[in-house]
């Protein structure tokens, strides 16, 4: 087959063009939103609530288009593919992510600093949340925000009330940001740049932490720094406070109803004690109501943690227990990365399963013995 010759070079060609159409066609079908009648009422209600004027919202919402990839992206998978801690924690303690963050740190020293005196929040667990949700900014999504956001607002009734909200929230943040609405990216569900924002986040979290008058998700990994230590904090993050701790199980313990009680911190140390669950150190840290964690992973023992009010502040980033551990354990492999000056250091503790490990991370705040040698700093531009 290989040494057919080509005879009708232009009849390829022409079959090229309509495969190149076809893909073209399916990835970005354009819709015309805007001769819909909800489509309408969504445009005189958002205008009406906001003192908006209509035509500008006829215009971007007539140059948005319907993106079929975005509903295939935010469809539950048909068949649940079984949950693996390991796989997913794998993702994130990556080689990429703990070289990135300590290179970010280096960078941001003082910026992530600053941000830790004003909210409380320390930088390895900025930069965690920076390393899961983009690699540091490498990755913010391709997906133009508008077209993402009215797809996802009038063509998937199932979260149809949440994306509307965030569509009206990005034209309010182009309108104070005196920006088009179409030149936001980001992800297939409408979370924006460095620090992966949804609209109605930036709007109420987000800050100008490098002081040049505006927020700018899009290149300034210092708005990024300031607005996700802004967001932890107004969602509880209290500094100096234990986030996690990992626990076993007393046998014959029964986790289920600590576990079915919830993501939010409720369960007080002595009915932790009292359903069996034991500290891997001397005693639990005394530090209010938890939540009991269990990690999951097919073929392996299950971890357990408990998890305080600063593991429930990372998991109003995202709601998942997988997410807020993960972006916890990146910090904490960033943390002794840095005060050792090693990235060596880092990698060997992240490439051990936190099974095998003495100590739980964060049970206590290890003492700063050793002073580091610091690698000389590159030479600011
Ligand atoms: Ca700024």
């Given at each position: 087959m290989r040494s057919r010759t080509i005879k009708n070079p232009g009849s390829l060609f022409l079959l090229g063009a309509v495969f190149l159409a076809l893909i073209l066609g399916s990835a970005r079908?354009?819709?015309?939103?805007?001769?819909r009648e909800d489509v309408s009422a969504f445009i005189e209600e958002i205008a009406a609530r906001n003192g908006l004027d209509t035509a500008p919202l006829y215009v971007a919402l007539s140059r948005a288009e319907h993106i079929p990839r975005v509903i295939d992206l935010i469809k539950?998978?048909?068949k649940r593919g079984v949950r693996s801690w390991h796989r997913y924690r794998s993702r994130f303690l990556s080689h990429t992510h703990i070289e990135g963050g300590l290179q970010a740190w280096a960078q941001y020293e003082n910026e992530l600093r600053r941000a830790e005196q004003q909210y409380g929040v320390p930088p390895e667990i900025i930069l965690g949340i920076l390393g899961v949700e983009t690699i540091y900014g490498r990755n913010t999504g391709k997906f133009e925000t508008l077209s993402a956001l009215a797809t996802l607002a009038f063509d998937y009734p199932p979260r149809a009330e949440l994306f509307r909200g965030e569509l009206e929230s990005l034209f309010l943040l182009a309108r104070d940001q005196k920006r088009?609405?179409?030149?936001y990216s980001g992800s297939f569900a409408g979370a924006i740049g460095w620090p992966q924002f949804l609209p109605s986040s930036i709007r109420r979290f987000a800050v100008d932490f490098d002081g040049d008058g505006k927020i700018d998700f899009d290149s300034n990994a210092v708005d990024a720094i300031g607005s996700i230590a802004n967001y932890l904090h107004e969602h509880g993050w209290t500094a100096g406070k234990p986030v996690a701790v990992r626990v076993r199980l007393a046998p014959g313990a029964n986790p289920a109803p600590l576990i079915e009680a919830g993501i939010e911190p409720s369960l007080s140390e002595a009915q932790l004690l009292e359903a069996g669950i034991r500290p891997l150190t001397a005693s639990l840290p005394a530090a209010g109501d938890a939540t009991l964690i269990d990690l999951e992973t097919p073929g392996a023992d299950t971890e357990y943690w408990v998890g305080y009010r600063n593991f429930y502040a990372i998991t109003?980033?995202?709601?998942?227990n997988f997410y807020a551990m993960a972006v916890f354990q990146l910090a904490d492999t960033l943390r002794i990365g840095h005060a050792s000056g090693s990235i060596k250091a880092a990698k060997a503790k992240s490439a051990?399963?936190?099974?095998?490990?003495k100590a739980a991370p964060g049970a206590k705040p290890k003492p700063k013995a050793v002073p580091h040698k610091k690698k000389p700093h590159k030479a600011k531009k």
């Open positions: 079908a354009h819709a015309d939103f805007t001769t539950p998978p048909e088009d609405p179409a030149s109003r980033y995202n709601r998942s051990k399963p936190a099974a095998t490990r």
